[in-house]
């Protein structure tokens, strides 16, 4: 699965973060479903081929951990994040957005509602 280092424009993070880039229905549909943690340092970036709020809605079925959810739009930009408590049915954003990130909680007061993302593809993958 490729990987991308992910950025953020507007503050530093407190240390790198990797994620995993999620494409295909069947990649979204698991997530980090069944899987008892992830690291720090690492994560899931969901991507759709268009901006939306239903597509970009995430499920926590068979998630044994709490997660930060972050989406953001087309220009990389922001749009909403939450704590997704495990188990907690759906979760959606309040604007339409075409990335999902999901990290630690601990990660997700290094991303603020407005902040510009970029992802950069690592080399090694």
């Given at each position: 699965m490729k990987k991308?280092?992910?950025?953020?424009?507007?503050?530093s993070l407190a240390a790198p973060l990797q994620a995993s880039f999620c494409e295909t229905f069947w990649c979204h549909l698991r997530g980090l479903s069944f899987r008892r943690s992830i690291p720090n340092n690492r994560g899931l970036?969901?991507?759709?081929?268009?901006?939306?709020?239903?597509?970009?809605a995430i499920h926590m079925f068979g998630v044994?951990?709490?997660?930060?959810i972050i989406w953001i739009n087309n220009s990389g930009v922001i749009v909403d994040k939450c704590l997704a408590k495990r188990f907690v049915t759906v979760k959606a954003p309040s604007e339409p957005a075409r990335y999902v990130l999901e990290?630690?909680?601990a990660r997700l007061n290094e991303f603020q509602i407005g902040d510009r993302i970029s992802f950069e593809q690592e080399l090694d993958s």
């Amino acid at each position: 699965m490729k990987k991308v280092i992910i950025k953020n424009d507007n503050r530093s993070l407190a240390a790198p973060l990797q994620a995993s880039f999620c494409e295909t229905f069947w990649c979204h549909l698991r997530g980090l479903s069944f899987r008892r943690s992830i690291p720090n340092n690492r994560g899931l970036l969901l991507v759709y081929s268009r901006e939306s709020i239903i597509e970009t809605a995430i499920h926590m079925f068979g998630v044994f951990f709490d997660l930060g959810i972050i989406w953001i739009n087309n220009s990389g930009v922001i749009v909403d994040k939450c704590l997704a408590k495990r188990f907690v049915t759906v979760k959606a954003p309040s604007e339409p957005a075409r990335y999902v990130l999901e990290v630690v909680p601990a990660r997700l007061n290094e991303f603020q509602i407005g902040d510009r993302i970029s992802f950069e593809q690592e080399l090694d993958s």
